[in-house]
């Protein structure tokens, strides 16, 4: 691995802290960070001594989404290039919302874009009560598409409708409101906030735990290969589109894109 993305910490008790670890990027999830993230869940789900994963971020947000670096360069690739990165995404998230083990959010700063879809994977978010939030891809010229069937299956369609596609900035509270947090708590308190929810799976069986939420899995709104495919195929599309190269080069050159209103 070229770069540190992330960081991993697991206590006496069996709580694992998965730490983003790109602060001065606020967190983007390069190439790198996201081989990390689906390895490292994977390998915490099977270790029998971790009970709970907490998912933070470094520095001061939590995550600003994808890494444009990244996304600029499927500007320039081929169609293989650009499914095998969309797959590698779509992988990372899938690792993720499998992983057997409780997967617990703790949200400051912003998190935008990709970032909602980390959230949407968690059995749990709790957030600052500063923190914002945003689907800014379509600023970019882009679609939330594989972390779409996750925000839809936290969120439903009614009220993800309100701010998936409009690249709209809102607070916690809307947040909740949306079900994309459980609580919203002031900054200082977040720890702790957290902390309250770890402490419950620290005395049940973590055997029941995962295969509980395996069948909530099945339950829910079925994300299954075919429906993860349609989302890969969905975001390499938009990555060959016209709006997605000058939405991207727009933002790089710190100017209105051509559609923007702003621009006139």
């Known amino acids: 691995m070229s770069e540190e993305t992330i960081r991993i910490a697991c ?30 869940a994977t390998r915490l789900g099977t270790d029998p001594a971790v009970r709970v994963i907490v998912l933070a971020g470094e ?21 293989a290039t650009r499914t095998r990165e969309a797959t590698r995404l779509a992988g990372m998230l899938e690792a993720l919302n499998t992983c057997p083990k409780p997967l617990i959010g703790r949200v400051h700063g912003d998190a935008f874009g990709g970032a909602l879809g980390l959230l949407s994977v968690c059995d749990v978010a709790i957030g600052a009560e500063s923190a914002r939030f945003g689907f800014t891809e379509t600023r970019l010229g882009l679609i939330p598409a594989t972390i779409g069937p996750y925000v839809v299956a936290r969120m439903g369609e009614a009220m993800a409708r309100r701010v998936f596609m409009s690249a709209r900035l809102f607070g916690a509270a809307e947040a ?9 708590v002031p900054v200082e308190a977040l720890d702790a906030a957290v902390e309250a929810e770890v402490a419950p799976y ?7 735990v995962g295969e509980a939420k395996a069948l909530l899995r099945r339950l829910g709104p079925a994300i299954d290969a075919g429906t993860i495919a349609g989302s890969i195929e969905a975001l390499v599309r938009r990555w060959e589109s016209e709006e997605a190269a000058e939405g991207i080069a727009a933002f790089l050159e710190k100017r209105p894109a051509r559609w923007s209103r702003e621009a006139d």
């Open 202 to 208: 620290l005395s049940v069986a973590p055997g029941a």
């Open 59 to 79: 520095g001061r947000s939590f995550s600003a989404g994808g890494d444009l670096g990244w996304m600029r360069t499927q500007m320039q690739a081929d169609a």
């Open 11 to 40: 206590d006496r008790r069996g709580v694992a802290r998965l730490t983003l670890a790109r602060p001065a990027k606020h967190n983007a999830m390069s190439a790198e960070m996201l081989d990390a993230l689906a390895a490292t």
């Open 176 to 184: 909740v409101e949306l079900g994309l947090l459980a609580r919203a």
